[in-house]
C-alpha cells in the first residue's frame, strides 16, 4: 500500500481530482459530459457528489475508480495518478451487482480474487469479518436472491470493505432501498467506513438526495447541468450524530438546494 | 411459403386470441401447443404426404402436403406470442371496451391484433428460418416418397441440379438463397417489424428487439420446452409440491400423446383403406421385431446427438460469449451469423459430402448437418444472455482486478447459462429434426434415378427416411419409429431438462 497513514492527519488530501473534462464524441463532434472539474478528499472525510439528474455525476466517479478515461486532467491518489482499476479504490454501487449464482460469502470472496498475497484460509477470514461488520452474521451461505434490498447492499458493502481499500467511491449507494431500509444502512454506514479499525481512508458518495448528503457527508460538490462544473463546494460543519429534525440540519439542506436550482 | 406463412398467422391470431381470452380453452390448447412444438414434426411429414397425397394424388396434393409442414413447423410460436400478447394487455383497455360495448369483432379488431402485431412480427421473423428448412426438406422427402414430386422448388432445384452434375446452377442457386434470405430478412421483414412497432403497448425496452439477436432469444424462449416450463412455474408449481404435480402432470401429457397418436393411427386407416386396416394388423412377433431395430437405431441416434452437442458447446458457448463482450465484434458478427443460420442445412448437404475427408464417412456428414442446423441456437442464446446482464455486473471482474480465468468461471459462463440452457434445449430439438436429413439422404436427377449421398451406420433418421421411400412405404416400422423417438424426447424433456431449467433459471438470472 502506498504512503502510511499514521503520518496523515485527518483532513489531509486522499483522492485529489485536477481538471479534469470528458468529451463524448458523436459523429467527431466533441459532446463536452464534465469540464474542468476539480475535487479532492480528505482522511475521514465523507465526500458527497450531487448535481441534476444525468448531469455526470456517475461518469465523474468512474473515472475517479479508473473505470472510465477523462478526455483530459489527472485523478491521483496520495501522490500516484489512477489509470485503471487499482487495489486501493473499490466500489460500492446503485443496483449492488452481486452475483446471483454465489452466496454471500462467495460474493465477498469474489471482490478478494485478485489477492494473490492472501491464501484461502486468510481470504474467507477477510471476507467472513466483512461480512459480521456489516451485519450479516448467519447469512454467508445465503444466496442473494434471498436476500433483501438492504441485505444485498450489505453484501456490496462488505465485498468492497473485504479488498482493504483506501478510497470507497459509492454510487447511490441508498437509492435502490425502501425509505425504512435506506434509513437504517445510513445510521451505520458513517461509523462503519469512517472509523480507525477500517483502511478506508476516504469515502467519495454520488447522490440526488440532498437530505441523505446533510446527514452523513463532510463535504459536497455540487454539479450544474450537462456541460458538469463544479458550481459549489460546501462543507457541512454540524456536529455528529447529526438530528434530521433539527432546525440547524434544516439550514444545511436549504443552502445545498440554492445551489441546486 | 408464403401461402404457409399465411395461413400460419391467421391460425395463429385465431388460435391464441380464442386460447387466451377463454380460460377452459387455454387449458387444451396450451398443452397441445407445446407437444406440437416439441415433436419432430418431419418425423409426421410421411404420413401428412401419404395423407394428402392419398386424397389429391397430383401435383397440388404434394404441394398442399409441403404448404401443411411448412405451416406446421411455422405457426405454433407465432401462436404463443399472440397468445402471449392478448393476454398481456392490461386490464384498462379491456374494461375500456366493455364500456363501450363492444362487440366481439370489434374487439378483434380494435385490440387484440393490434395487441398482438408486434409479436407477430417479430416471431415471423425467425419462424422465417425455421420454414426454411423444413420447406426444403420437405420438398426432398416429397420427391423420395411420391411418383408425382412436387415440381418447383428451392430444394427440388438443388438436388436436382446437383445429382445431374450441374454444379454452376447449384452453386447460382445457393448465391441466390443468400440474397434471397438478406433482402427478406433484412427489408421486408425489418420494416414489417419495425412499422409494428407502433403498435407495441408493453413496456418492453425497444432496443433490446431491433437487436437481432434479442429477438430470436426472445423467440426461443416461447418457444417448446421452455414455454412448457415457464408455464407450470407461472402456475405456481413451486419446489416442495412439485414432485406430485410433475408425475401427475406427465401422466396427462402421455394421454394426449398417446391419444394423438390413436387419431393419427385411425386418420390414415381411413385415408389409405388397406394399409393399416384391422383386417391385418401386424403379429405381435413383426411389432417385436421391427420394435427391437428401431429401438437400437434410437439408441444411435440418442448417442450421436449427444456428442454432437458436445461438440456444439465447446464450439458455441465460449463463441457466444466472445462475441457478446465485445460490442464492435457483435455489431459486425451478429448480421452474418444470421444470415448463415437462416440458410436451410439440407440444401448445403451436397456440398458437404464434397468436402474432402469428411465427404465419405457418413458420420462426418451427420455431424456437420445437424451442427449446421442446431448451433445457432446455442450460439444466439449465449450471446443474449451475456448482452441482458447489466453492464455493472460484466464490469465487475476490472473494479475487482479479477483474473480473466475466474472472470469467466465466475461472471461470464453463469451468466451465460440460463440462456445457455434454453438454447440447448431448443438446439437438441432441432437436432431431432435435422436427423431425418443427416443420417440418410438420397438425390433424384430428372431421369428418375436415384443416388444415395449419405449414410450413417444406423439411425432413427436413416429408419424414418428408408421407411418411407421403400414401394410401398413401410408404415409399420415408420410409425413405431416416431412414436418410439417422440416418446423419447417428450419424456426426456419433461425429466431431465424441466429439471435443469427450474434450477438454473432459478439462480441464475440476474434479477437484482
Same mark, same amino acid.
Given at each position: 500500500m502506498p504512503g502510511s497513514s499514521t503520518q496523515l492527519a485527518s483532513g489531509d488530501p486522499i483522492i485529489t481530482v485536477e481538471n479534469v473534462s470528458l468529451d463524448y464524441f458523436k459523429e467527431k463532434e466533441p459532446l463536452p459530459v464534465l469540464v474542468d472539474v476539480s475535487l479532492t478528499a480528505g482522511k475521514d472525510e465523507l465526500v458527497a457528489i450531487t448535481g441534476p439528474s444525468g448531469c455526470g455525476k456517475s461518469t465523474l466517479l468512474r473515472i475517479m475508480g479508473g473505470l472510465s478515461k477523462a478526455t483530459a486532467g489527472t485523478v491521483k491518489i496520495l501522490n500516484s495518478e489512477v489509470t485503471g482499476p487499482r487495489n486501493d479504490i473499490t466500489m460500492v454501487f446503485q443496483n449492488f451487482v452481486l452475483l446471483p449464482w454465489r452466496t454471500s460469502l462467495e460474493n465477498v470472496l469474489f471482490g478478494l480474487s485478485s489477492r494473490k498475497d492472501l491464501t484461502a484460509e486468510q481470504k474467507k477470514e477477510k471476507a467472513e469479518k466483512a461480512l459480521e461488520e456489516t451485519g450479516l452474521m448467519g447469512f454467508e451461505n445465503v444466496y442473494p436472491g434471498e436476500l433483501s434490498g438492504g441485505m444485498k447492499q450489505r453484501v456490496g458493502v462488505a465485498r468492497a470493505l473485504a479488498t482493504d481499500p483506501e478510497v470507497m467511491l459509492m454510487d447511490e449507494p441508498f437509492s435502490s432501498l425502501d425509505d425504512l431500509t435506506a434509513e437504517r444502512l445510513r445510521k451505520e454506514i458513517h461509523e462503519l467506513l469512517i472509523n480507525p479499525s477500517t483502511s478506508v481512508k476516504t469515502v467519495i458518495m454520488v447522490s440526488h438526495n440532498v437530505e441523505e448528503i446533510i446527514e452523513l457527508a463532510d463535504k459536497v460538490v455540487v454539479l450544474s447541468q450537462r456541460p458538469a462544473h463544479v458550481v459549489g463546494e460546501i462543507r457541512i460543519d454540524l456536529p455528529r450524530p447529526r438530528n434530521k429534525k433539527s432546525e440547524e440540519f434544516f439550514t444545511w439542506v436549504d443552502k445545498v438546494y440554492s445551489f441546486l436550482s | 411459403m408464403i401461402l404457409a406463412l399465411g395461413l400460419s398467422i391467421l391460425f395463429a391470431l385465431t388460435i391464441g386470441i380464442f386460447a387466451a381470452r377463454n380460460r377452459r380453452a387455454e387449458g387444451v390448447i396450451l398443452p397441445l401447443l407445446d407437444i406440437f412444438q416439441s415433436i419432430p414434426i418431419l418425423g409426421f411429414f410421411p404420413f401428412v404426404i401419404v395423407g394428402i397425397y392419398g386424397a389429391i394424388p397430383n401435383a397440388i396434393g404434394a404441394n398442399l402436403a409441403v404448404i401443411v409442414l411448412i405451416f406446421t413447423s411455422m405457426s405454433w410460436n407465432i401462436a404463443f406470442g399472440v397468445y402471449e400478447a392478448v393476454k398481456a394487455i392490461p386490464r384498462d383497455y379491456a374494461d375500456l371496451l366493455d364500456m363501450s360495448s363492444a362487440s366481439g369483432w370489434q374487439r378483434t379488431k380494435s385490440l387484440y391484433i393490434p395487441a398482438s402485431l408486434s409479436r407477430i412480427a417479430y416471431n415471423t421473423q425467425t419462424s422465417w428460418a425455421v420454414g426454411l428448412f423444413f420447406l426444403v426438406a420437405?420438398?426432398?422427402?416429397?420427391?423420395?416418397?411420391?411418383a408425382v414430386p412436387v415440381t418447383y422448388g428451392i430444394g427440388i432445384g438443388a438436388t436436382t441440379f446437383y445429382s445431374s452434375g450441374d454444379f454452376t446452377n447449384y452453386t447460382l442457386l445457393i448465391v441466390g438463397l443468400i440474397l434471397a434470405v438478406v433482402v427478406w430478412r433484412f427489408v421486408f421483414l425489418r420494416e414489417f417489424a419495425l412499422w409494428s412497432e407502433k403498435y407495441k403497448m408493453m413496456e418492453e425496452p425497444r432496443e433490446q428487439h431491433r437487436d437481432p439477436i434479442m429477438r430470436i432469444y426472445s423467440w426461443v424462449n416461447q418457444r417448446s420446452i421452455s414455454k412448457l416450463f415457464l408455464l407450470t412455474q407461472g402456475k405456481g408449481v413451486n419446489r416442495f409440491t412439485s414432485v406430485i404435480s410433475r408425475f401427475r402432470r406427465g401422466i396427462k401429457y402421455a394421454v394426449l400423446i398417446v391419444l394423438g397418436f390413436f387419431f393419427l393411427l385411425v386418420l390414415e386407416s381411413v385415408m389409405k383403406p388397406g394399409a393399416v386396416s384391422l383386417g391385418h394388423l401386424p403379429s405381435v412377433s413383426t411389432i417385436g421385431s421391427v420394435e427391437g431395430n428401431v429401438l437400437y437405431n434410437l439408441a444411435a441416434s440418442f448417442v450421436?446427438?449427444?456428442?454432437?452437442?458436445?461438440?456444439?458447446?465447446?464450439?458455441?458457448?465460449?463463441?457466444?460469449?466472445?462475441?457478446?463482450?465485445?460490442?464492435?465484434?457483435?455489431?459486425?458478427?451478429? /448480421?452474418?451469423?444470421?444470415?448463415?443460420?437462416? *440458410?436451410? #442445412? /439440407?440444401?448445403?448437404?451436397?456440398?458437404?459430402?464434397? =468436402? /474432402?475427408?469428411?465427404?465419405?464417412?457418413?458420420?462426418?456428414?451427420?455431424?456437420?448437418?445437424? *451442427?449446421? #442446423?442446431?448451433?445457432?441456437?446455442?450460439?444466439? %442464446?449465449? *450471446? #443474449?444472455?451475456?448482452?441482458?446482464?447489466? #453492464?455493472?455486473?460484466?464490469?465487475? /471482474?476490472?473494479?475487482?482486478?479479477?483474473?480473466?480465468?475466474?472472470a469467466w468461471r465466475n461472471v461470464y459462463i453463469p451468466g451465460a447459462l440460463a440462456g445457455f440452457v434454453t438454447g440447448s434445449i431448443t438446439a437438441i430439438g432441432g437436432a431431432w429434426n435435422a436427423l431425418i436429413i443427416a443420417e440418410y439422404f438420397t438425390v433424384t436427377n430428372?431421369?428418375?434415378?436415384?443416388?444415395?449421398?449419405?449414410?450413417?451406420?444406423?439411425?432413427?433418421?436413416?429408419? =424414418?427416411?428408408?421407411?418411407? %421411400?421403400?414401394?410401398p412405404p413401410d408404415y409399420l416400422t415408420l410409425f413405431l419409429a416416431v412414436v418410439s423417438m417422440t416418446v423419447l424426447i417428450v419424456a426426456f424433456n419433461l425429466t431431465v431438462w424441466r429439471r435443469v431449467y427450474h434450477h438454473v433459471t432459478k439462480r441464475y438470472t440476474y434479477n437484482r
Open positions: - | 420437405s420438398e426432398i422427402i416429397a420427391v423420395g416418397s411420391t450421436r446427438i449427444w456428442y454432437v452437442y458436445v461438440i456444439m458447446v465447446a464450439i458455441g458457448l465460449p463463441l457466444g460469449i466472445v462475441i457478446s463482450l465485445n460490442f464492435r465484434l457483435y455489431d459486425t458478427v451478429s /448480421p452474418i451469423l444470421e444470415v448463415i443460420s437462416s *440458410m436451410p #442445412a /439440407p440444401i448445403l448437404l451436397p456440398a458437404i459430402v464434397l =468436402i /474432402p475427408i469428411l465427404g465419405h464417412s457418413g458420420e462426418g456428414v451427420a455431424v456437420i448437418v445437424i *451442427m449446421l #442446423a442446431s448451433i445457432w441456437y446455442i450460439i444466439f %442464446n449465449v *450471446m #443474449a444472455g451475456v448482452r441482458t446482464l447489466p #453492464a455493472e455486473i460484466k464490469e465487475l /471482474p476490472r473494479v475487482f482486478k479479477v483474473s480473466r480465468l475466474s430428372p431421369k428418375g434415378t436415384t443416388t444415395l449421398l449419405t449414410q450413417t451406420g444406423a439411425g432413427i433418421g436413416k429408419v =424414418i427416411v428408408k421407411a418411407t %421411400n421403400s414401394k
